[in-house]
């Protein structure tokens, strides 16, 4: 069974939207209820800062590779009807 | 600088006299296992160098999958540890001179926000129970409140005897001033 190598560019995206999502709601909380208004944006300008720091780190590594090659995954005749 | 705060429907001549968080060493022990997390793939890292097999980076599967999964676990322990520190400062407890109100964030989509009245307020119970809290002086305060079955419960709050003496107080000097009042009006 031939897969493409994409496919795992895709699912790791799919996370990254998730995450986003995530993170979203929880700055709004933060920025909405916090009591001190001044710890939830530094906070979460810390927390948007690091977060581009991953980003753009994994992103300098996911641009290195080729994602237009296929793989077989072992034991592929078994799904091969 | 208590009055900075933005106090939820503040009655007129409301001050507030603490605003509670939870003991910073709750907050600590989340940095520390967000510390530990962040580690878990460099300690991998090392391991897999030391015995050579770093050529598996240069991997047509592995290479890859290796570079998105350690992607992934870092920006979900960056986000674990965000929300974690959002639940520590959301969690709040305000002490004015007219109520106790209890702030408390569950997860991401469940928030409660509960008030007692210091006029309804007839006993104040403090507990401190363990080691670790016993060493840092920290613990749970119940408040019983009339004509409600369930206490109003703090839980690992700094200080926690000294919190229940401020509350006594000022149920105290509450409960005086009614009584002064009383009398003024019955002359």
Redesign the interface.
Known sequence: MVISLSLLLYIYYAFVAVWLIFSLICAYHLLRFSINNFVGFFTTFIFIAVSILIIFVSNNYINQIDWSLNFSLPGGSFFNF | MNQ???LPNRLPGEKVIK?LNRHKLILFFRFFMFCALAIIPLGFFLIMMSRGYLNILND??Y???I??S???Y???I??LF??L??DY??D?C?ITNERIIG?M?KG??S?TISEKMMSCVQDVTSEIKGVIPTLFNYGSIFIQTAGEVERFTLFEVPEAEAVRELVIKIVEEHQSKIEENNKQDNE
């Open positions: 900075d705060y933005n605003v047509l599967v290479g890859p999958v570079i998105l350690t992607s992934g870092y920006l979900f960056w986000l965000f929300f520190f959002s400062y959301l709040v305000i702030i964030q991401f989509f928030r």
